[in-house]
């Protein structure tokens, strides 16, 4: 153990000095030597010997696993080239697409997903040169059809879910809303035009206030509210 | 004490705020005196044409522009030599502070646009974009503080506006630095001083600097706490 500067739940910006000493760190911070500084802005959480900083801005960086919503943007020889809203465009293969064999000579891929179509889909691999492989294998539904799509900063995700999807399954609950979340921050809602509406204030006000504490009865309330 | 009123190691008034675009990735708002800058940041995003994406780290592109209002006489909105040599100072002011490494293949652009100059636009300038850097979510090793500090005929001064600038004879050294990592990051000089008073000046300067990084940190840190 070593020396701590900050508080826990405090507001960390880029280069403050949180501690010295051997902790273990997890998300936005760097280390030099024994000291332990943020490189992100976002909230601070001192659990006994973890230093965790979780960003509270920034653009999606996929993961192994992830499971994403992506908009197809061109159709290729042998797959799709798919916008998961990273700085990557990601590929999706029609090798982990289809469960029949195609004649890739003879059949146009557009007949399965076309450009602008909605996939719900998960990162398989993300190699060192960020070229991006998705699949929808095993993953229903594979392609998301109507609805609205709203996009939030990625690293607001775990609270749009909420503890075992505490806070989803409530909106869910009271918007009769069908909600997909995507590990990318695109949200897919699909209901009745209040319940959507219902549904993208309470999310756009999670996003907004992911950091305060007692959200999901704040939001539980301004869901009842409008439900009036 | 100076035209304005100040003391020589005074910083003109400054006014600090961050997020005042939304449609950036993250944007600030920096002015001190009454030079006015507002910066905004796109990215990590891709980068087009592929030629010139860096496998191994992001691209950083920092465009300075003055609007045509900024100045007594309309000024051309077309960068020219000024712009385009700012625009490379200000990017390699604030390349050592970002984990560029982190983001093979993509680009980050900043662009900083002068609402109104009254000298010190290219300090104003960085002071905006490492704010709205930080409020983009990009990793980065410290915060970017700048101010120019100078001689104006035998007395060091620091934070000069235009008119201390046209007075003869006048040495302005603008300086970048890194507050937490004791980095300079950008240093120029224009006019004459002995080794002596640089030392002074830079000494000022970087005084200057820790005084601005606090307003930094004020304003970044109160985006949040508001709610």
Known sequence: MGKLFLKSKEIVIPGELIGEGDFETVGGVYREGKKIYASRVGLLEIEGNLIKVIPLAGVYIPNKNDLVI???????????LVDIGAPYMANLPVGETLSEFVDLLK???????????????????????????LSVKNITPKKLEGGKIIKITPYKVPRVIGKKGSMINMIKEYTKCNIIV?????????????????????????????????LTKKVKEMLEGALK | MRSDGRKNDELRKIEAKVGVISSADGSA?????????????????????????????????????MTTFSVPERK????????????????????????IEEFPRTAIDV???VLEADAGTRCASICAASMALADAGI??????????????????????TKEEEDTEPCTDVPIAYMPNKKWITLIQLDGEVTAEELREIIKLGIKGCLQIYEIQKKALKKKYVRI
């Open chain 1, 70 to 80: 992506g908009r197809i943007v061109d159709i290729g020889f042998s797959g799709w």
């Open chain 2, 29 to 65: 708002y920096f002015k001190i005196g009454n030079t006015a800058v507002v910066a905004a940041v796109y990215g990590p995003r891709e980068l087009h044409p592929k030629h010139l994406q860096d496998p191994e780290k992001s691209v950083l592109r920092c465009y300075y522009n």
């Open chain 2, 139 to 160: 990793p980065m090793r410290d915060l970017v503080s700048a101010v120019a500090a100078g001689k104006v005929k035998d007395q060091i001064v620091l934070d000069l």
């Open chain 2, 111 to 113: 662009y900083t646009y």
């Open chain 1, 182 to 214: 995507g590990q990318n921050g695109w949200i897919w809602i699909k209901g009745t035009l209040t319940g959507e509406i219902k549904a993208t204030k309470a999310i756009l006000m999670i996003e907004r206030e992911s950091h305060v504490s007692g």
């Open chain 2, 76 to 99: 051309s909105p077309s960068p020219g030599r000024r712009e385009i040599e700012l625009s490379t100072a200000i990017k390699r002011a604030l390349e050592p502070t970002i984990f």
């Open chain 1, 107 to 133: 059949v146009d891929l557009s007949k399965f997903l076309d450009v602008n179509d909605l996939i719900l889909a998960r990162v398989i691999n993300v190699p060192k040169s960020k070229m991006i492989q």
